[in-house]
């Protein structure tokens, strides 16, 4: 019988590893929130049963029919997931976890456990492409042990089983194979984690099969109907996570990050106005990489007060949201991010094309609002001018109203009849609306079919949420000549205590007002009562405290291990070599100072945060390169000391252990070329070394044994030294 057909022969339980092995793969998926409940239900009853009858399985489980059978209904299943219209990936999920499972019950005899291995690796690389769990790492860790393991195990048991010793095999696994597997295992972890910081990688959505089901936040398109933020605020899934690079984070009541701008208004639909001669987006020149401007440095006017408006710069984090908008707190003046562009719409929305579905990380310098009211009382309200084939002229469709009830205009006239400037003006609708309105998540309830909802709004009781707040100022503000538009995008959040940094949910959604002026360009106002809309600060409870460190884990594992990107790597090293040039020399350190605290976008802030990932890499290669120079100098990591020193005797007289040799073999070579009292005090050493490797302690101590073998070494005549080879 051959060799071949004899391992075809060979049955037996599988290691116990194999089925750690299994679970590991299936909890990555499972985290993945993809994998149905049955499902998971089912996967663990089989994992159970499989294990307990794994020495004596019943004839089912040896059954070639039943096992086809069930086969088919996975197939079944795979198929009817991708006809429901699930990604490839989640249907692929599906197919692996239940064949895994299947696999596990399958007692016939198995030339090697490759199949069961395959199947983990693969549900392993899906859940990689479907989470970015910070509990998803320690178990790709505990899962390259037990892969090693269960193969090896396997292997020794089908060479011990071939030679005819099964039994053998429980000697062979001694704590120093233990040992060694798991060295061997780190080793490669601390190689690949050199790779991944040193090498440079790409992304990919190869697997995902499109727009995971019900992760993108639905609500912020170029459309907004009245109701649809009261909608997204009942949901507090986190959105955004914010971290204050440069200038500090706003307090909750002043922190606002703007999505889209809306112009045009049928009375309950808000909507991004279109041209035929006006494209409906343009792409932004410049590279995310390298960072893309938005707008020139504002020049100071003469007018303009002393303290110009802050720099701010941000890192955001971003959730899958609808259409790939980007939220940023104020006017800005440049963004990075690991993308390759980005588009712009007529009102200054920004988008990015096709990463609707991911969570994207970018920083953004913005500048921050320095509003003078004395210098808005002298400015007016005028709408900006924009370019025209024939030539720039103002934007008037920031000016136009639907058919109203004429009664709106009546009110808004008694409420701004002391004010003589267009600032004013808009200041007293706001706080009008403010201190009359009530804040409430239910749409204010209509009088007829013919009252749209914001008529109903104004002229009702004034209840409702901060889409007919900020839609109630648009229309009064219009009706007075004031350039007004509404805003979408997030407001408040809560500071995480813990990562330092502001968590905004959906629950933070919100609309506002701009209202634009001739010198100051576009002013923010918030008509909405805060006092509702603000989520309360948490008590700092021992859960809350636990949901913190949670968050910021998350932030720091998605920043540092799943978006760590090229753009990470250069910059990292490039913050390396500033930091060197601005130590070198206290001049050099006085201009990088003022570099960093002038007004134009600083790049060095950025990279210095990721200098550390880069230090650290740079520490474990040198530890990695040292622990390999020792290993190779002693040929041996775990040798004794007494053999060691009984190789260095020899060593002396040229009689050296190529790695070919085997301990007892080179014994053997060594006793004929020394006396007999030192060929029997080697080949003790060398019984000692080989029982203390594999697993016993030596049991005599051994220095009278290398005094032995030194005298006969000593004695050794010029002519009689060899080497071994």
Not at 195 to 214: A, C, D, E, Q, Y
Not at 391 to 410: E, F, K, N, T, V
Not at 462 to 486: D, I, K, N, W, Y
Request: net charge positive; aromatic share 8%; charged share 20%.
């Amino acid at each position: 019988m051959s060799r071949h057909e004899f391992r075809s022969r060979v049955a037996g339980p599988r290691p116990a590893a194999a089925w750690l092995m299994s679970l590991v793969a299936s909890g990555a998926l499972w985290l993945t929130d993809q994998i149905p409940v049955w499902m998971i239900g089912l996967q663990s009853i089989t994992f159970l049963v499989s294990y307990l009858v794994r020495h004596h399985p019943p004839a089912l489980f040896k059954s070639a029919l039943w096992l086809n059978v069930l086969m088919a209904g996975i197939t079944t299943i795979t198929i009817r997931s991708a006809l429901d219209g699930n990604p490839a990936a989640i249907s692929l999920a599906y197919f692996t976890a239940l064949s895994q499972g299947l696999q596990l019950l399958d007692a016939r005899p198995r030339k090697s456990e490759f199949v069961l291995v395959a199947l983990g690796l693969f549900q392993v690389i899906l859940a990689s492409n479907l989470t970015d769990s910070v509990f998803f790492s320690p178990l790709v860790l505990i899962f390259l042990m037990t892969v090693t393991w269960t193969l090896l195990v396997h292997t020794l048991s089908m060479e011990a089983a071939e030679a005819g010793d099964p039994a053998a095999v429980s000697t062979i696994l001694a704590p120093d194979l233990r040992r060694m597997t798991i060295r061997a295992t780190t080793l490669c972890l601390l190689l690949a984690v050199v790779i991944f910081v040193l090498f440079p990688r790409l992304k990919t959505n190869m697997l995902r099969g499109g727009s995971r089901p019900g992760m993108a936040l639905s609500g912020f398109s170029d459309r907004l109907t009245l109701g649809d933020i009261g909608k997204i605020r009942m949901d507090h899934s986190v959105v955004l996570r914010v971290e204050g690079l440069e200038g500090r984070l706003p307090a909750p009541g002043r922190a606002y990050w703007r999505g889209l701008a809306f112009d045009e208004f049928d009375g309950k639909t808000w909507s991004i106005s279109t041209s035929e001669r006006v494209a409906k987006r343009r792409r932004l020149s410049g590279v995310g990489r390298f960072g893309i401007e938005l707008r020139p440095e504002r020049s100071r006017r003469p007018g303009d007060s002393a303290g110009a408006a802050p720099l701010i710069v941000q890192r955001i984090i971003r959730e899958p949201v609808k259409a790939g908008v980007l939220f940023v707190p104020g006017q800005v003046q440049k963004i990075v991010g690991s993308f390759q562009h980005l588009e712009r719409d007529r009102n200054g929305g920004l988008y990015l094309p096709g990463r609707g579905d991911e969570r994207v990380r970018y920083t953004i310098w913005t500048e921050g609002e320095a509003r003078d009211p004395e210098a808005l009382r002298r400015d007016r309200s005028q709408p900006p001018f924009e370019m025209h084939p024939g030539g720039s002229r103002l934007a008037d469709r920031y000016r136009r109203l639907p058919h109203l009830d004429d009664r709106i205009r009546l009110l808004t006239e008694s409420l701004v009849a002391g004010a003589d400037n267009d600032f004013d003006r808009a200041v007293q609708i706001q706080e009008s609306l403010r201190l009359n309105g009530r804040y409430t998540d239910a749409p204010p309830l209509l009088g007829d079919r013919e009252t749209t909802p914001v008529e109903a709004f104004i002229l009702g009781e004034l209840e409702g949420h901060c889409e007919f707040f900020a839609s109630a100022m648009v229309a009064m503000a219009r009706t007075q000549g004031l350039s007004s538009r509404l805003v979408n995008g997030f407001a408040g959040g809560v500071v995480n205590e813990v990562g330092g940094f502001i968590e905004v949910t959906q629950a933070d959604a919100h609309a506002w007002v701009e209202v634009h002026f001739e010198q100051a360009g576009w002013v923010r106002f918030d008509p909405t009562p805060p006092d509702r809309r603000l989520r309360a600060a948490q008590a700092q409870s021992w859960w809350t405290r636990v949901g913190q460190l949670g968050g910021a884990l998350e932030l720091w594992w998605f920043q540092r291990v799943v978006d760590f990107d090229s753009v990470d790597q250069i910059g990292a090293l490039r913050g390396l070599w500033l930091r060197w040039q601005t130590n070198k020399t206290s001049s050099d350190v006085a201009l990088h100072n003022t570099s960093t605290n002038s007004g134009a976008p600083s790049y060095d802030l950025f990279i210095d945060e990721n200098t550390k990932p880069v230090l650290g890499v740079i520490l474990l290669v040198g530890l990695v390169s040292a622990l390999w120079i020792r290993v190779r100098r002693t040929g041996d990591g775990d040798m004794p000391k007494p053999y060691r020193d009984a190789l260095a005797l020899l060593g002396r007289r040229g009689i050296k252990r190529s790695k070919s040799d085997s301990a007892r073999g080179f014994a053997e070579a060594v006793s004929q070329k020394i006396s007999a009292a030192g060929g029997r005090a080697f080949q003790i050493i060398t019984e000692s070394y080989l029982a203390e490797r594999f697993g016993s302690k030596p049991s005599a101590p051994l220095a009278s044994q290398l005094s032995i073998l030194k005298n006969a070494v000593d004695g050794m005549r010029l002519g009689n030294q060899a080497h071994i080879r």
